[in-house]
C-alpha cells in the first residue's frame, strides 16, 4: 500500500475496529467482511508484534491432538517412535503430545525430544513442575505454570500432573520416561545433525514472529527432519507463507479434523486485530488443505 494512505487511513482503526466488535458472526462471516479483515491484517497488523513468547497451555488443541492419534495408531506393534518438538518453550506441547499417544498406544516405544533455544525454559521443561494457582513473581520464569494449566481439561491433567509439596504439579514420571531436554536453535542448519532424523517433528507458534526469508529458510531445515512417511505438526505460521512454500517441500495436507484443529486454539482469536490471530476458515479457496492443514505427512523424495 502507498505509504502516504496507509499513514492516512491508519488513525480511523479504532473506529473501526470498535465498530467490527459489535458485528454479530452472520457480518462478519461474509465474503465482503473477510476482504475488509484481510486488507486490515495484511497492511496493519501482520508485520506487527513479532516477538517470541514462551506462553502455552497443556491440550492447547484437542482435534489436532486427536487426529494425530489417529495417525500413530497405525504404527506396527511394538514400533519405536521418534518424536521432536522444535521451540518446545515449557514442554507442555510435548507433555500432551506423549499423554496421548502413550494412552492410546501403550505398546510403542517413544523416543522424545524438546528442543529451545532458552538454557532456561529447557531447565524448567526438564523439572516439569507447575504451579495450579497464580504466580506472584513478576520474573516470566516465576509466572511459568500457571498459564500451562490454565484451561485443559480435568481428566486430562489429573492424568499427567502429580501434585507436590508447595502446592505444585508435576508432570508423572511415566510421560517423562525417554524424554530428552536440549538446548538448539531453530533457525541452525545444523539441527538435524543435533537431533538426526524423527519420525514425528511438532513445530508449532514459533515461525510466525519470524521474518519472512528466516521463517521459510527455518521451515525448509525442520522439514529435512521428518523421514519419509513421517509427520509433521505445522501451526502458527504466517499462513501466505505457507501457502506458498508448504505444497514445494512434499508435503501431504492431512484433512481430518483440519476445520476443528483450525479453530481450536482460544489464544488466537480477534482476527484480524492481532498479529497471531487466525483468519476465517474458508474452503473456497483454491489452497484451503494446505493453508489451514496443520498437520502433514511428508512423501518419499
Known amino acids: 500500500m502507498n505509504k502516504i494512505l496507509k499513514t492516512a487511513l491508519k488513525p480511523l482503526l479504532g473506529p473501526v475496529r470498535r465498530v467490527w466488535s459489535r458485528l454479530p458472526d452472520s457480518v462478519l462471516d461474509t465474503r465482503a467482511m473477510r476482504s475488509v479483515g484481510s486488507f486490515i491484517y495484511d497492511n496493519f497488523v501482520r508485520d506487527t508484534n513479532r516477538n517470541q513468547s514462551h506462553m502455552t497451555r497443556f491440550m492447547r488443541n484437542v482435534p489436532q491432538l486427536d487426529a494425530l ?89 489429573h492424568a499427567m500432573l502429580e501434585p507436590v509439596p508447595g502446592g505444585n504439579l508435576r508432570v508423572r514420571d ?82 481430518d479434523r483440519i476445520e476443528e484443529a483450525f479453530v481450536a486454539d482460544p489464544t488466537k482469536s480477534d482476527w484480524p486485530w492481532k498479529r497471531w490471530s487466525r483468519e476465517p476458515f474458508d474452503r473456497r479457496r483454491p489452497d484451503w488443505a494446505f493453508r489451514y492443514s496443520t498437520i502433514f505427512v511428508r512423501s518419499a523424495p
Open 69 to 157: 492419534r489417529d495417525l500413530i495408531s497405525r504404527s506396527p506393534q511394538g514400533a519405536t517412535l521418534r518424536i521432536a518438538s522444535i521451540g518446545c518453550s515449557t514442554g507442555v506441547e510435548l507433555h500432551s503430545t506423549l499423554w496421548v499417544l502413550r494412552s492410546a498406544r501403550p505398546d510403542l516405544r517413544i523416543v522424545a525430544k524438546g528442543v529451545d533455544i532458552s538454557p532456561a525454559v529447557v531447565e524448567f521443561a526438564r523439572r516439569g513442575v507447575f504451579r495450579a494457582q497464580p504466580a506472584t513473581g513478576e520474573e516470566e520464569l516465576q509466572e511459568m505454570g500457571q498459564r500451562e494449566v490454565t484451561g485443559a481439561a480435568a481428566e486430562a491433567l
Open 174 to 255: 511415566w510421560l517423562r520416561e525417554g524424554v530428552d531436554w536440549l538446548v538448539g536453535d531453530a533457525t541452525d542448519p545444523q539441527l538435524i545433525v543435533q537431533l538426526g532424523p524423527q519420525d514425528l517433528v511438532l513445530a508449532c507458534n514459533f515461525l510466525g514472529p519470524m521474518e519472512d526469508p528466516l521463517a521459510e529458510a527455518c521451515l525448509r531445515g525442520i522439514v529435512q527432519l521428518v523421514v519419509q512417511n513421517g509427520i509433521l505438526v505445522l501451526d502458527g505460521v504466517d499462513l501466505d507463507l505457507k501457502s506458498r512454500v508448504v505444497p514445494g517441500l512434499g508435503l501431504r495436507p492431512i484433512t
